[in-house]
């Protein structure tokens, strides 16, 4: 399913995006943190729901973008809390991996979807 692998960079974008936008809408947000979008490193974005999810990234001389969107529930908040409050946050693939199949990191029991 994922072409990415754990020579990848993951960057996870603290607020919510509008990911009605295209590719050069998430590369403004990745230049205004002084980092470049086709450095081979994957952009990871959500919605102000969490229930939607962009993934961007640069291969082979094009940008490619993983699109993800929940029929039920809703990413946990609590991936995204940090103390600076805006800019990217490194994540490792295997938790980029449970994020993106809808899995709870924290939790003892994995539930596929998290109720809020």
């Known amino acids: 399913m ?3 692998n ?3 960079r993951f960057m996870v ?3 919510a995006v509008d990911l009605r936008k295209e590719i050069e809408y998430l590369c403004v947000f990745v230049r205004m943190y ?3 979008p086709s450095d081979g490193s994957v ?3 959500l919605n102000c729901d969490r229930t939607r999810m962009k993934l961007l990234h640069w291969e082979r001389g094009c940008y490619v973008i993983f699109y993800k969107r929940m029929e039920r529930g809703r990413i946990r908040r609590t991936v995204f809390r940090t103390n600076a409050g805006c800019g990217f946050r490194l994540m490792r693939r295997d938790e980029t991996v449970l994020l993106v199949e809808g899995i709870a990191g924290s939790a003892r029991r994995r539930k596929r979807f998290d109720f809020q």
């Open 2 to 4: 994922f072409s990415l």
């Open 6 to 8: 754990e020579s990848n």
């Open 13 to 15: 974008f603290f607020n």
């Open 34 to 36: 002084s980092m470049v």
């Open 43 to 45: 952009y990871e974005f």
